[in-house]
C-alpha cells in the first residue's frame, strides 16, 4: 500500500526514461543537452540508444536527466499559462 501512494506522488510514474530522452532530445537538440547536462552521451556521437544504456548504467546521470526533464516540462507549462494571458 505505502509504495502506491509513493508512486502516485511521483510525477515520472509511468514515464519511460526512453521517452523523456527522446522528448528532451526533440526539445533541445543532441547539442542542447550537451550544454544542459554536460554529459558526454549526449556530445560524442550521440543517440538515443547509446544515451540510454549510459543512464541506466550510471544513477547519477539519470537523475539529473530526470530532473530535466520535470524543469522542462514545468517550464513548458508556465509559458503555456502566460501565453494564454
Known amino acids: 500500500m505505502e509504495q502506491t ?3 502516485r506522488n ?3 510514474h509511468g514515464i519511460t526514461l526512453k521517452v523523456i530522452v527522446t522528448e528532451l532530445q526533440e526539445y533541445y537538440g543532441w547539442q542542447g543537452l550537451a550544454e544542459k ?3 558526454n552521451c549526449f556530445k560524442s556521437n550521440p543517440s538515443i540508444k547509446s544515451s ?3 543512464l541506466r ?3 547519477w546521470a ?3 536527466v530526470e530532473q530535466l526533464y520535470l524543469f ?3 517550464e513548458i507549462m508556465r509559458n503555456r499559462k502566460a501565453k494564454n494571458r
Open 52 to 54: 540510454l544504456t549510459f
Open 62 to 64: 539519470r537523475d539529473k
Open 37 to 39: 547536462t554536460r554529459m
Open 5 to 7: 501512494s509513493n508512486q
Open 72 to 74: 522542462t516540462q514545468r
Open 57 to 59: 548504467k550510471t544513477p
Open 10 to 12: 511521483n510525477p515520472l
